[in-house]
Nanobody, 125 residues
């Protein structure tokens, strides 16, 4: 059974940076569009960003544009999310998920085929 695994979460102060990474077993990430979602306590799952299999197409949630950058490391077969200028409201569990495309409907989480278990990001002083 294919499985995604997130890493890189932790505690960071406001204004700080973190780099999350999504790896996989049982599938090749470079063949899939990959998205990052997050869920804060008491809130719904929210799309963060996605990247197409080739890496040429990317989408970001508006509140994260300019602060977050999604990228692929094909040598490692990972998808990374570089987060900077973090705010307390970025505190959430961050998940990566795999789908066939990264298109206009990328926020529809129910359409993703595979999910990771999540990694906790806490932004607090």
């Amino acid at each position: 059974q294919p499985q995604l695994v997130e890493s890189g979460g932790g505690l960071v102060q406001p204004g700080g940076s973190l780099r999350l990474s999504c790896a996989a077993s049982g599938l090749t990430l470079s063949e899939w569009a990959i998205a990052w979602f997050r869920q804060a306590p008491g809130k719904e799952l929210e799309g963060v960003s996605c990247i197409s299999s080739g890496g040429g197409n990317k989408h970001y949630e508006d509140s994260m544009k300019g602060r977050f950058t999604i990228s692929r490391d094909n040598a490692k077969d990972t998808v990374d999310l570089q987060m900077s200028a973090l705010k307390p409201e970025d505190t959430a569990i961050y998940y990566c998920a795999a789908d066939y495309v990264c298109g206009p409907g990328w926020r529809r989480h129910e359409e993703y085929n595979y999910w990771g278990q999540g990694t906790q990001v806490t932004v607090s002083s």
